[in-house]
């Protein structure tokens, strides 16, 4: 029993005023045919050497032995609940005509009712995925008034925009689903999307490399994973590369340009757009060792000042581009028989 505070009121067990301790004491119940331990909060008499709640300690110690099972059966506490609605700010009747439940369902949630596996995974899949969300809520707006629709389209996009960068990540690595086992293919490692971003912005600061341009930066990323193959056995990025008219492009490339870190900037030209990536700062590169920098080194001084045509032309020259058909995956064996670069530093590693 641990005293959380005191406080001078009428006790009602001895009926007479005087310091009451407001204590905690864990309850061990059976709750839907479960063992659980809770936390249970009562007042104590020290005249009477009692413990006594009041009605507000009844509810309170409902909640936390229905939360205690919610936890033991891996389902959404009272809060958690609460939380997944105040996250987009709408109401519990408004969320419930959004998933089409009765309109009393969620106000239950949050209080004394635990609720079933089916509800729980929706509220689970509206905690984790807000573009869902905005779905229901666009298919919901006629049942909405008009100004609450609005609030909660406001709030839901600003979500989702706080949660742009996990759903480019989990997009891009659906895309690498396939490609999950260790093989040629990825360089015999797993995809590593803060290398990934490392690399790019290590590129980036650099002045050793010039116009680094879409085209030339994703070649830069597959000589960078075919030397380190080359002189590791295993690529940096886990990245995989289809051979493609202007050289090697990693699978995903349109998200990964978007990733939170990644120095683009998308420049206008007319007839179409292009991207440009420079970032003005020497950031710690967290996620890359001393030797991969040191392989980066390399890339940078064979192509570093290369124009994207040059770099492009070298590509093709590469047995690995030159066996590969067109738009297949490129297979990493090739990277052995590396043999347009040339630098002290590769011979020393």
Known sequence: MNVIRSEMRLCTCCMEEHQVDVVSVIECTSFKKRKVEYEAQYFYCCNTNELYTDENQLQYNDISLKDAYRKAEGLLTSDEISNVRVAYDISQRDLCILLGWGEKTITRYESHQVQDRAHDAILKKIQDDTEWYLSLLTESKKNLAERAYQRYLKYAKLLYESKRDVYLRKAIEA??????????????????????????????????????????????????????????GTAITGLVYLAMSMGALPIGHHSIINLDGVPCDEIDEGEGSTYFFYLDEAPVYEHLTKDDISILDIIIDNFGRMSKKQIVDRMHEEEAYRITPLGQEISFEYAKNLHTISNEREKGA
């Open 175 to 232: 895309e690498y689903i396939k490609y999950k086992d260790i093989s040629a293919l990825n360089g015999n490692v797993c995809l590593s999307l803060d290398k990934v971003i490392d690399i790019i912005r290590y590129f980036s600061t650099l002045s050793r490399v010039t116009r680094l341009y879409k085209v030339k930066l994703m070649n830069l990323l597959w000589y960078a994973d075919a030397l380190s193959y080359k002189m590791r």
